[in-house]
């Protein structure tokens, strides 16, 4: 037997419980467990057990006894405080399904459907065709006092209530149970559960002798068990605890390409996981410890059992224990130095001594010669113990000098809290020549991670649960094996540094005594550490990015979801990368929904003129101001266009003056407000929808300059030719009203205003008293936009754009009362500051819109009104908008390279239907109008109105 090194032991398998073997559901005792089904704790009071010739599983000591029992009294698993599934969480949530492919999820075969949920909350933990079986009946064993007068009658209900669950149960998972193990659910799996804890519920009574901590193991093993017949992989409470879950690890490719040293009790590599070499005493297989931190790291997804963070990683592993579970620091050395030679990148150890959080011992190991020249790049993590003690001792670190790749991980529980029995790392310090420099304190190098009844495979095929710090750094050593498989030029120190600087704090703010530098979150650490400090490549040119964000307009991608942003961000002396969706940083819409903003629009009092029902939002209050000779002054009013976003400070109408020669024709209009409807010169389109370039097709490149001031004159070129020319301005503020407070609010951080200004020329033609012909020119500039389009950040269009638009136009007055207006545009679009840059439009855009529109007053009376529209609205018919940056090119040595990507503009061709109808109601004093709006084709995007919207408007006049 090895020399015992001060109790130096595989300190962590705390708590052993609910052993699962395939094809059963049903767990076996073995000579460690009592026969009441109470399980063993190998650190309590002044027992020792690793000390001398006790077996550290030896004696009848009761891991959920006293103060320190985590479900203890009316607190369980399924109720009250502690709830592992609890909030929102979708583990499965996204594009990439874990479980995609023969074995689909629905009809009888569902894990958690029904009406029975003894795990609490709003759990979803499988997304889409899996419901949430854990259902109605939550915690509903509670507290009975054996000696109440009523205590027969309440077990009895209770006996009735189990009951029900496995009726529930079978009726879901019957017929999979029976598929798979050729028994009887009910006598196989239901009878053995409950003769397990002794219950009998043919005999109400028996219930009493349940402790509260058997009540949570049965609840437990009735959870993993129905989990076993699936065909899924068991969640677990502590995926949504670290922000873990299957669909982010296959994104990243699930650690492919990293190797894990494990040193740790040697294990069968038959448990599907990717053991490349083991060392060390290679025939001891009969304790199950080395087999569950190993599944924690890398099991597969495989659809049985447990499921490991980095399911790419591979594993070296050594195992320096004997028979009797002891080891030396010797064995633990050469152990090390075995693992490192072998080309581990992090090595997980879950082994020290009792009462150390870290023990003087490490340093001369990580210190030794052979394992520095080897390992100077190879990341330590070192479960912190399970005494429940805080080290007050420093450690002499002088022989290592170092404490960037090492990371120690304690323990937390379900609501993440300190775990009782977890080590903490005090205000202890690794100190180089006696000194402790700034960083080299303990808790700078200290993580928890959930280590409570974790879900770890029992070495035999089947799954167990377990707890101690030993299963809580699995977690952190598999989230380096992310970490590093994505950036794999990252060096230990760097993978330390993301891990510790993404920790979620717990305790007191900041690093702290006794959760270090916090809770494991492992998306965060996949994901950029500060957003105020990624920067942009172009060639040479970084580009600071505070920022980042979009607001589409009419800037229509093939496929946004797949263009990307490449962003950086600088670690230590190197970098990392993140590709960002165009759809991540996209902002749709404004303050009203689509189909709310049309039904505002269309059924307001504005819209419809009470003179004969014109359909026009262009009525106006006029006050004349001065009248001499032919020369006349007037004031002008009306409302505003209701999807104007108009913020505080700015009028609440519309304003202008009108100065004309009642002789000549010639007129000059001054004013604030809808230049677009104001310059048309089409009566037909009278309504602020046509000449909007999200719903309307009447020149809609005017229309984006449409809001602000604008300006415009006109004469007779010809008895029946008119010639006019118009100025109009936009300036909006990218801002979201608060819809219950009013309050103001960036879309963008950062984000200025949108600007743009038009200048347009028309000329009408009457060609006789039934027909008209129009056409016009528009120039458009956006001064940091792009077809109402703006971003920011790398996504700037800096120095703006530029539009020429042609539009033609007719209107006609046609048979059975019929008036028809049509109206065309054909838009070409370049890039004036931004090309050279990172974006840039190399072949510029051309875009087309048209809207046909007719009326018909008198329908189905003398007064009432239909109104019926075919519209496209602005629509990219070519154009392509080019990408640039560096981008890495060798994910093992992070080469950068100058790429150019082409993102295709365009998309599917929008149109649409839009019917108004109006008629008076009780003479005259009110009217009933219709309105709806259909989408024919297209996927529409930006503020697009889609799908379909109706609504009807019963108004009066008072």
Same mark, same amino acid.
């Given at each position: 037997?090895?020399?015992?090194?001060?109790?130096?032991?595989?300190?962590?398998?705390?708590?052993?419980?609910?052993?699962?073997?395939?094809?059963?559901?049903?767990?076996?005792?073995?000579?460690?467990?009592?026969?009441?089904?109470?399980?063993?704790?190998?650190?309590?009071?002044?027992?020792?057990?690793?000390?001398?010739?006790?077996?550290?599983?030896?004696?009848?000591?009761?891991?959920?006894?006293?103060?320190?029992?985590?479900?203890?009294?009316?607190?369980?698993?399924?109720?009250?405080?502690?709830?592992?599934?609890?909030?929102?969480?979708?583990?499965?949530?996204?594009?990439?399904?874990?479980?995609?492919?023969?074995?689909?999820?629905?009809?009888?075969?569902?894990?958690?459907?029904?009406?029975?949920?003894?795990f609490?909350?709003?759990?979803?933990?499988?997304?889409?065709?899996?419901?949430?079986?854990?259902?109605?009946?939550?915690?509903?064993?509670?507290?009975?006092?054996?000696?109440?007068?009523?205590?027969?009658?309440?077990?009895?209900?209770?006996?009735?209530?189990?009951?029900?669950?496995?009726?529930?149960?079978?009726?879901?998972?019957?017929?999979?149970?029976?598929?798979?193990?050729?028994?009887?659910?009910?006598?196989?799996?239901?009878?053995?559960?409950?003769?397990?804890?002794?219950?009998?519920?043919?005999?109400?009574?028996?219930?009493?002798?349940?402790?509260?901590?058997?009540?949570?193991y049965?609840?437990?093993?009735?959870?993993d068990?129905?989990?076993?017949?699936?065909?899924?992989?068991?969640?677990?409470?502590w995926?949504?605890?670290?922000?873990?879950?299957?669909?982010?690890?296959?994104?990243?490719?699930?650690g492919?390409?990293?190797?894990?040293?494990?040193?740790?009790?040697?294990f069968?590599?038959?448990?599907?996981?990717?053991?490349?070499?083991?060392?060390?005493?290679?025939n001891?297989?009969?304790f199950?410890?080395?087999?569950a931190?190993?599944?924690?790291?890398?099991?597969?997804?495989?659809?049985?059992?447990?499921?490991?963070?980095?399911?790419?990683?591979?594993?070296?592993?050594?195992?320096?224990?004997?028979?009797?579970?002891?080891?030396?620091?010797?064995?633990?050395?050469?152990?090390?130095?075995?693992?490192?030679?072998?080309?581990?990148?992090?090595?997980?150890?879950?082994?020290?001594?009792?009462?150390?959080?870290?023990?003087?011992?490490?340093?001369?190991?990580?210190?030794?010669?052979?394992?520095?020249?080897?390992?100077?790049?190879?990341?330590?993590?070192?479960?912190?113990?399970?005494?429940?003690?805080?080290?007050t001792?420093?450690?002499?670190?002088?022989?290592?000098?170092?404490?960037?790749?090492?990371?120690?991980?304690?323990s937390?529980?379900?609501?993440?809290?300190?775990?009782?029995?977890?080590?903490?790392?005090?205000?202890a310090?690794?100190?180089?020549?006696?000194?402790?420099?700034?960083g080299?304190?303990?808790?700078?190098?200290?993580?928890?991670?959930?280590?409570e009844?974790?879900?770890v495979?029992?070495?035999?095929?089947?799954?167990?649960?377990?707890?101690?710090t030993?299963?809580?750094?699995?977690?952190?050593?598999?989230?380096?094996a992310?970490?590093?498989?994505?950036?794999?030029?990252?060096?230990?120190?760097?993978?330390?540094?993301?891990?510790?600087?993404?920790?979620?704090?717990?305790?007191a703010?900041?690093?702290?005594?006794?959760?270090?530098?916090?809770?494991?979150?492992?998306?965060?650490?996949m994901?950029?550490?500060?957003?105020?400090?990624?920067?942009?490549?172009?060639?040479?040119?970084?580009?600071?990015?505070?920022?980042?964000?979009?607001?589409?307009?009419?800037?229509?991608?093939?496929?946004?979801?797949?263009?990307?942003?490449?962003?950086?961000?600088?670690?230590?002396?190197?970098?990392?990368?993140?590709?960002?969706?165009?759809?991540?940083?996209?902002?749709?819409?404004?303050?009203?929904?689509?189909?709310?903003?049309?039904?505002?629009?269309? &059924?307001?009092?504005?819209?419809?003129?009470?003179?004969?029902?014109?359909?026009?939002?262009?009525?106006?209050?006029?006050?004349?101001?001065?009248?001499?000779?032919?020369?006349?002054?007037?004031?002008?009013?009306?409302?505003?266009?209701?999807?104007?976003?108009?913020?505080?400070?700015?009028?609440?109408?519309?304003?202008?003056?009108?100065?004309?020669?009642?002789?000549s024709?010639?007129?000059?209009?001054?004013?604030?407000?809808?230049?677009?409807?104001?310059?048309?010169?089409?009566?037909?389109?009278?309504?602020?929808?046509?000449?909007?370039?999200?719903?309307?097709?009447?020149?809609?490149?005017?229309?984006?300059?449409?809001?602000?001031?604008?300006?415009?004159?006109?004469?007779?070129?010809?008895?029946?030719?008119?010639?006019?020319?118009?100025?109009?301005?936009?300036?909006?503020?990218?801002?979201?009203?608060?819809?219950?407070?009013?309050?103001?609010?960036?879309?963008?951080?950062?984000?200025?205003?949108y600007?743009?200004?038009?200048?347009?020329?028309?000329?009408?033609?009457?060609?006789?008293?039934?027909?008209s012909?129009?056409?016009?020119?528009?120039?458009?500039?956006?001064?940091?936009?792009?077809?109402g389009a703006?971003?920011?950040?790398?996504?700037?269009?800096?120095?703006g754009?530029?539009?020429d638009?042609?539009?033609?136009?007719?209107?006609?007055?046609?048979?059975?009362?019929?008036?028809?207006?049509?109206?065309?545009?054909l838009?070409?679009?370049?890039?004036t500051g931004?090309?050279?840059?990172?974006?840039?439009?190399?072949?510029?855009?051309?875009?087309?819109?048209?809207?046909?529109?007719?009326?018909?007053?008198?329908?189905?009376?003398?007064?009432?009104?239909l109104?019926?529209?075919?519209?496209q609205?602005l629509?990219?018919?070519?154009?392509?908008?080019?990408?640039?940056?560096?981008r890495?090119?060798?994910?093992?040595?992070?080469? &950068?390279?100058?790429?150019?990507?082409?993102?295709?503009?365009?998309?599917?061709?929008?149109?649409?239907?839009?019917?108004?109808?109006?008629?008076?109601?009780?003479?005259?004093?009110?009217?009933?109008?219709?309105?709806?709006?259909?989408?024919?084709?297209?996927?529409?995007?930006?503020?697009?109105?889609?799908?379909?919207?109706?609504?009807?408007?019963?108004?009066?006049?008072?």
């Amino acid at each position: 037997m090895k020399k015992l090194l001060r109790n130096t032991v595989a300190g962590s398998a705390l708590i052993a419980l609910t052993t699962f073997a395939a094809p059963l559901a049903l767990a076996n005792d073995d000579e460690d467990r009592d026969t009441s089904g109470q399980f063993l704790l190998p650190y309590y009071g002044d027992i020792n057990p690793f000390h001398g010739d006790i077996n550290p599983f030896h004696g009848d000591i009761n891991p959920f006894y006293g103060d320190i029992s985590p479900f203890w009294g009316d607190i369980e698993p399924f109720w009250g405080d502690i709830e592992p599934f609890h909030g929102d969480i979708h583990p499965f949530y996204g594009d990439i399904d874990p479980f995609w492919g023969d074995p689909e999820f629905f009809g009888d075969i569902e894990p958690f459907y029904g009406d029975i949920e003894p795990f609490w909350g709003d759990i979803q933990p499988f997304w889409g065709d899996i419901g949430p079986y854990w259902g109605d009946i939550v915690g509903f064993w509670r507290e009975i006092d054996p000696n109440s007068a009523d205590a027969a009658a309440q077990y009895a209900t209770l006996a009735e209530q189990i009951d029900a669950m496995f009726v529930e149960a079978e009726a879901v998972f019957g017929e999979a149970f029976t598929a798979k193990t050729g028994l009887n659910f009910r006598d196989a799996f239901m009878a053995e559960l409950l003769a397990r804890y002794g219950m009998d519920l043919s005999d109400p009574d028996s219930l009493a002798n349940v402790t509260s901590s058997q009540r949570s193991y049965f609840f437990l093993a009735f959870y993993d068990g129905l989990m076993s017949y699936t065909g899924i992989d068991h969640v677990d409470h502590w995926m949504p605890l670290v922000n873990w879950s299957p669909a982010l690890s296959q994104t990243v490719d699930g650690g492919h390409g990293v190797t894990i040293g494990l040193l740790d009790f040697a294990f069968s590599s038959d448990e599907a996981l990717n053991v490349r070499r083991s060392y060390g005493s290679q025939n001891y297989f009969n304790f199950n410890h080395g087999a569950a931190v190993a599944s924690l790291i890398n099991a597969p997804l495989d659809g049985e059992g447990v499921m490991g963070v980095a399911p790419g990683a591979a594993l070296v592993t050594y195992n320096p224990f004997d028979e009797t579970l002891s080891t030396n620091w010797q064995e633990v050395r050469d152990g090390v130095q075995r693992l490192v030679w072998n080309g581990a990148e992090v090595v997980n150890m879950s082994l020290g001594v009792r009462g150390w959080t870290l023990p003087q011992e490490w340093a001369d190991v990580m210190g030794d010669l052979r394992i520095s020249l080897r390992g100077y790049d190879t990341l330590y993590v070192v479960a912190a113990g399970n005494d429940g003690s805080t080290q007050t001792t420093d450690i002499n670190w002088t022989r290592v000098g170092d404490v960037s790749n090492l990371i120690v991980v304690g323990s937390v529980n379900p609501r993440g809290e300190i775990s009782y029995f977890s080590n903490r790392p005090g205000n202890a310090c690794l100190t180089v020549f006696g000194r402790c420099r700034e960083g080299f304190r303990l808790m700078d190098r200290f993580l928890v991670a959930p280590g409570e009844l974790l879900l770890v495979s029992d070495g035999e095929g089947g799954i167990t649960r377990l707890s101690g710090t030993s299963f809580a750094a699995p977690l952190v050593s598999g989230a380096a094996a992310l970490v590093m498989g994505h950036w794999g030029w990252l060096e230990s120190r760097d993978v330390a540094d993301v891990l510790l600087l993404s920790a979620r704090d717990l305790g007191a703010p900041g690093t702290d005594a006794v959760y270090g530098r916090g809770l494991l979150d492992i998306d965060a650490a996949m994901s950029p550490l500060d957003d105020d400090n990624l920067f942009a490549l172009n060639g040479n040119e970084r580009q600071s990015v505070s920022l980042l964000g979009l607001v589409p307009g009419k800037l229509n991608f093939h496929s946004r979801g797949e263009n990307t942003v490449v962003l950086y961000e600088a670690i230590n002396d190197t970098f990392r990368d993140f590709e960002v969706s165009l759809d991540d940083v996209t902002v749709e819409g404004d303050d009203q929904t689509n189909e709310e903003a049309s039904v505002t629009t269309y &059924l307001t009092e504005r819209l419809f003129g009470r003179a004969g029902f014109a359909f026009s939002d262009t009525s106006e209050i006029s006050r004349t101001m001065s009248i001499r000779g032919n020369l006349q002054i007037s004031a002008v009013a009306s409302r505003l266009d209701p999807r104007d976003h108009r913020t505080s400070g700015e009028l609440g109408f519309q304003a202008g003056v009108v100065i004309a020669d009642t002789s000549s024709g010639r007129e000059v209009r001054l004013g604030a407000g809808e230049g677009a409807l104001a310059l048309n010169g089409q009566d037909g389109f009278g309504l602020f929808s046509d000449h909007r370039p999200e719903t309307g097709g009447v020149n809609p490149v005017l229309g984006f300059a449409s809001g602000g001031a604008y300006a415009m004159t006109g004469f007779q070129l010809a008895e029946n030719t008119r010639l006019s020319f118009g100025f109009s301005g936009n300036h909006e503020e990218r801002v979201f009203v608060m819809p219950l407070t009013g309050e103001e609010r960036p879309i963008f951080d950062g984000m200025g205003a949108y600007e743009a200004a038009a200048l347009v020329t028309n000329v009408t033609h009457t060609v006789s008293d039934r027909v008209s012909v129009q056409a016009s020119y528009t120039y458009l500039r956006e001064d940091a936009g792009l077809l109402g389009a703006q971003g920011s950040g790398p996504l700037a269009f800096d120095g703006g754009s530029e539009t020429d638009a042609l539009t033609v136009g007719t209107e006609a007055a046609l048979p059975f009362a019929l008036m028809l207006s049509t109206s065309a545009t054909l838009a070409r679009t370049r890039s004036t500051g931004f090309d050279g840059g990172i974006l840039s439009l190399p072949d510029g855009i051309t875009a087309t819109a048209f809207q046909v529109t007719a009326r018909r007053d008198g329908v189905l009376g003398d007064h009432d009104a239909l109104r019926v529209s075919l519209i496209q609205p602005l629509h990219i018919e070519a154009g392509t908008m080019e990408y640039s940056s560096a981008r890495v090119i060798d994910r093992e040595t992070g080469e &950068l390279a100058d790429q150019t990507d082409s993102w295709a503009l365009g998309g599917e061709r929008p149109l649409f239907a839009e019917l108004l109808y109006v008629t008076p109601v009780l003479g005259g004093a009110g009217d009933i109008s219709v309105f709806t709006r259909a989408e024919l084709s297209g996927d529409a995007t930006g503020q697009d109105v889609g799908g379909v919207a109706t609504g009807v408007r019963l108004g009066f006049d008072f």
